[in-house]
């Protein structure tokens, strides 16, 4: 590999994106591809990058319509929007892109915007359950920020999918940055069920096999994960996985824990197949 040559950015879990964005924004790749297993996020990344004038058309209207509403009218609208958005579930042609998706991108966004805490989640049947929100006045359209988003995801395939399949677009010039679902760290904490399908301890030994794989083929690879050591010092779980690489332990805040009390610092791992010498992981 010639030294520090990266054409190809992938990220197997992006979720939110907010590394994603950053990185493509920051370094010039030829081509990039995420994924993630949520295929709303994914038809909503979708829908950003095909059609963002449109969506940013409907997200207009409809910013307009609920602000002008009284409390308990936008209280109404935003459990119609979420029955419908459940209710259309079913009629979604996932891995075939089509027009209908910007309407729903347009829900998902309006429902994120005005749901308690800017939560997703999903019920045992996979239906959006997060209640109201009680925002005075929410920014419901960032016309900027979906302009900018949609001319990162140029360069970017997005694919509907669980993370082994990325193995595909793998080589030694790619960087490759996995955020899965976090271990919890104890039996309580686990908020680990950000899709239907969970994340467990098989899942982690599942993406180690594959962390190696993807070694093999000279990639530059980043891993974040929760520390079982906080709760636990004798907890070697992942020095155990991943002992042929390098783990660091960064504090990190964490931003969602419904126990208030147990709010604040922390360590995370990072786990990396090359020495980072970077000593400010503050971003992740
Ligand atoms: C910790 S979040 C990623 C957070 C992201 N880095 C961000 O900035 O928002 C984990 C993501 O992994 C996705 N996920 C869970 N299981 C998966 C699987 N088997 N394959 C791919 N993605 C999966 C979830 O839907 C979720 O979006």
């Known amino acids: 590999m010639k030294e520090g040559l990266i054409e190809t950015y ?13 990185v493509n924004n920051s370094y010039a790749f030829d081509e990039c591809h995420i994924y993630d297993i949520n295929e709303e996020l994914v038809l909503a990344y979708s ?26 009218k936008k209280e109404k ?7 419908r958005y459940n209710e259309l579930k079913r009629s ?10 910007i309407q729903r991108a347009a829900d998902l966004i309006f429902l994120n915007r005005t749901c308690f805490n800017g939560l997703y989640r999903v019920n045992s049947k996979g239906e959006f359950n997060v209640p109201f929100g009680r925002y005075k006045n929410p920014k419901i359209l960032h016309e900027e920020v979906l302009r900018s988003d949609s001319a990162l995801l140029e360069n970017t395939s997005i694919h509907p999918g669980d993370f082994s399949e990325c193995a595909q677009h793998v080589d030694e010039y790619t960087f490759v940055y996995f ?35 993807l070694d093999s083929k000279g990639a530059r690879l980043m891993l974040s994960n929760s520390d079982p050591k906080n709760e636990d010092p004798a907890d070697h779980f ?20 419904c126990d208030g009390g147990r709010r604040g610092e922390i360590n995370e791992l990072v786990i ?13």
């Open 10 to 22: 992938v990220e197997p879990f992006v979720g939110g994106g907010a590394v994603y964005f950053y």
């Open 179 to 213: 955020d899965p679902p976090y271990r919890p760290l104890n039996k309580t904490s686990g908020f680990t069920s950000y899709s239907r399908e969970g994340f467990d301890d098989d899942d982690q030994r599942r993406l180690a096999d594959l962390f190696q794989r």
């Open 238 to 257: 992942f020095e155990d996985l991943y002992s042929d690489y390098f783990i660091d332990r960064v504090p990190a805040r964490r931003a969602i824990n």
């Open 272 to 284: 990396t197949n090359y020495r980072t010498g970077i000593t400010n992981l503050s971003m992740f």
């Open 92 to 101: 979604i042609q996932w891995y075939k892109y089509d027009k209908t998706w």
């Open 47 to 72: 829908v950003v990058k095909n059609d963002v004038e449109e969506l940013i058309e409907i997200l207009r209207d409809v910013e307009t319509t609920y602000l002008s509403l009284e409390p308990e």
């Open 77 to 83: 609208f935003f459990y119609e929007t979420r029955n």
